[in-house]
């Protein structure tokens, strides 16, 4: 079976390289791996004490964070070495200040693993709620080197309970230890067999709880917002922005609106503004200009997404009308707002659990948004009261860090 999946991970290389001339994200993702060695090599000396930490992408980065912070006082003497699969994860955070160096994790074949492994000798090593590459679980058992799994999910569909999994099942025994999320995902593990794992939580709630102590302030946003109801459209796609661009055309003046894609490619900005007939600005045009006199402000821009929605009485997190589903809500959650949605949640156990508890509504059509919209902007108490389980719930499942930190230690 090692040889099947050799073979064909051989064969998607070379696809994967064909593609790249055609595919601007898929060049980052082939380009950057060609010096991933020689920047190890020349980053890590043989005499190094060093951790590793695995992020599939930009949101299992975020959610390793809280342990990686932890690890690193812990063990001050250790370079810490985070490595991204997805070009989205690795450009957004290739100049992170956690670890000592940063890069993409080498395609998993044997002599990359054996490559990458040597090179970068950790002494722990932990993968961020999934992504198991065999190669790389298999050199990392044959070597000894502790394996940690945190916030890890697990499915009946994946392929380690099928009939057909045993290969990946066999991969699962390089783990020293594993930090699951919730009861069924425990429960699947216990029926491969495997007792050594524990539910700790989501270490996501620890990273948001903790945007709660930083300094949050955007003077321009206060500017553009000027003391006037604000409703924050976060990460939208365009079958999102189509029932938005509806409902803030038809707005009166008395509520403002600040857009946040998740594509911020320059033409399809330029459309979504020029498809919005209320006074709208760019992040990018707004110097020397009076934000207060904007209806609309579109964020053309990528980092600055969770401090805005300090600022938000009303949160619409986008994808929610596509596959798999809504991005990330926990951070609008954490400042006590209200939240919308599209009806593609339920692969997220925190939008359901969200859903359920009445601090996030779900819609479907153009009359769900505008009624949702309408319903949190006229009644306060119900805006206030969903931004209160919104800000519960968060506080309530914290703690997922710790509960791994003193497992390990």
């Keep these: ?39 190890l090599e020349s980053r890590i000396k043989p005499e190094d004490k060093t951790i590793w930490f695995h992020a599939a992408s930009l949101g299992e980065f975020e959610q390793g964070l809280p342990v990686m912070e932890q690890i690193k006082l812990q063990y001050p003497e250790h370079k810490i070495v985070v490595t991204f699969f ?43 709620k999934y992504e198991y590459w065999p190669n790389y679980l298999k050199e990392l058992k044959l070597a000894g080197i502790k394996t940690y799994l945190i916030s890890g999910i697990f499915r009946e569909k ?15 025994q390089a783990f020293t230890y594993f930090f699951v999320q919730n009861e069924s995902s425990k429960t699947l593990l216990l029926q491969l067999g495997y007792t050594n794992v524990q539910i700790s939580g989501d270490t996501r709630f620890d990273r948001v709880v903790a945007i ?4 949050n302030t955007l003077d321009f946003i206060a500017q553009f917002k000027d003391n006037i109801p604000t409703i924050v459209i976060g990460s939208s796609w365009p079958k999102d922005e189509t029932l938005l661009v509806d409902y803030i055309n038809q707005s009166d003046a008395g509520v403002k609106f600040i857009i946040a894609p998740h594509n911020i490619k320059a033409e399809q900005i330029q459309e979504l503004k020029n498809s919005i007939v209320k006074n709208t600005v760019l992040f990018s045009e707004k110097e020397g200009k009076n934000l207060a006199d904007y209806q609309v402000l579109i964020v053309d821009t990528i980092g600055i997404l969770t401090k805005i929605y300090s600022y938000a009485d009303i949160a619409y997190v986008g994808g929610g009308f596509g596959h798999p589903g809504v991005h990330n809500l926990l951070e609008p959650a ?16 925190e939008a359901t659990a969200l859903v359920n508890l009445g601090g996030c509504i779900s819609i479907n059509t153009q009359n769900e948004l505008n009624d949702a919209f309408n319903q949190l902007l006229i009644n306060e108490d119900i805006r206030h009261e969903k931004g209160h389980i919104c800000s519960i719930f968060v506080q309530m499942n914290k703690g997922a860090t710790e509960r791994i930190l003193n497992q390990l230690l």
């Design 212 to 215: 709660l102590e930083r300094d």
């Design 158 to 172: 994946q392929a380690f309970f099928k009939w057909y999994g045993g290969f990946y099942r066999k991969a699962l």
């Design 86 to 128: 997805s070009p989205s994860g690795y450009e957004v955070r290739k100049n992170n200040t956690v670890a000592d160096v940063t890069v993409y994790l080498p395609i998993d074949t044997v002599s990359n693993a054996k490559t990458f492994l040597h090179l970068v000798h950790p002494e722990l090593v932990f993968f961020i």
């Design 334 to 349: 954490t400042f006590g707002i209200p939240i919308v949605l599209g009806p593609h949640y339920s692969h997220f156990a």
């Design 1 to 39: 079976m090692f040889f099947l999946y050799n073979l064909l991970l051989y064969l998607a290389s070379l696809l994967v390289k064909l593609a790249a001339y055609f595919s601007p994200k898929i060049k980052l993702f082939v380009d950057g791996r060609k010096t991933v060695f020689a920047t």
